[in-house]
T-cell receptor, first 113, second 116 residues
Framework: DAGITQSPRHKVTETGTPVTLRCHQTENHRYMYWYRQDPGHGLRLIHYSYGVKDTDKGEVSDGYSVSRSKTEDFLLTLESATSSQTSVYFC????????????FGPGTRLTVL | AQKVTQAQTEISVVEKEDVTLDCVYE???????LFWYKQPPSGELVFLIRRNSFDEQNEISGRYSWNFQKSTSSFNFTITASQVVDSAVYFC?????????????FGTGTLLAVQP
């Protein structure tokens, strides 16, 4: 199994508070991704990174920001959490870009009250 | 636009039955990759298979087999002699060349329940 951890694994927060989720990998993979999983939608890409300090938006990036200061860490920040951001968040990694297999972390369940 | 459709929302079978999970995709690219992932009740996503658009050869791995047909834009997954441990949500996903986001486009998943 790919070495990917996510923290926290569960979080309950209130509307309007900032929240940061962390993804840590030990595989030295170049690409890292953040997805959210919601019923009826499968998984949707929020942001991804193709190297240290190199990030780009996915299809559902509004309300989220990311940072990657080290190869192994990719942070997802909800600037001001809303109830619509209640979801399960998955981090994924891949060694190369197009076509490479993405391996997923265990997920973070976030509830925004 | 690219899209992945898994029309079967839920399937229930009895152990030892064979079951096929359907996946239909849409893309305008000639180069693309297709994937299947398994999400057991514990919640993690487990990679099962990757197939590129130039390789239409069917694949078999133990009780699992995959049928890729470009003519019908389908990449179906069959489990032979299903077991209770196969109970999970199964996702089909598409990756297209040239997309700026380098994303996986997921279907909505099929929940497979295998009854003992």
């Amino acid at each position: 199994d790919a070495g990917i951890t996510q923290s926290p694994r569960h979080k309950v927060t209130e509307t309007g508070t900032p929240v940061t989720l962390r993804c840590h990998q030990t595989e030295n993979h170049r690409y890292m991704y953040w997805y959210r999983q919601d019923p009826g939608h499968g998984l949707r890409l929020i942001h991804y990174s193709y190297g240290v300090k190199d990030t780009d938006k996915g299809e559902v990036s509004d309300g989220y920001s990311v940072s990657r200061s080290k190869t192994e860490d990719f942070l997802l920040t909800l600037e001001s959490a809303t109830s619509s951001q209640t979801s399960v968040y998955f981090c994924a990694i891949s060694g190369t870009g197009f076509g490479d297999t993405q391996y997923f972390g265990p997920g973070t369940r976030l509830t925004v009250l | 636009a690219q899209k992945v459709t898994q029309a079967q929302t839920e399937i229930s079978v009895v152990e030892k039955e064979d079951v096929t999970l359907d996946c239909v995709y849409e893309t305008r690219d000639t180069t693309y990759y297709l994937f299947w992932y398994k999400q057991p009740p514990s919640g993690e996503l487990v990679f099962l298979i990757r197939r590129n658009s130039f390789d239409e050869q069917n694949e078999i791995s133990g009780r699992y087999s995959w049928n890729f047909q470009k003519s019908t834009s389908s990449f179906n997954f069959t489990i032979t002699a299903s077991q209770v441990v196969d109970s999970a949500v199964y996702f089909c996903a598409l990756s297209e060349e040239g997309g700026a986001t380098n994303k996986l486009i997921f279907g909505t998943g099929t929940l497979l329940a295998v009854q003992p």
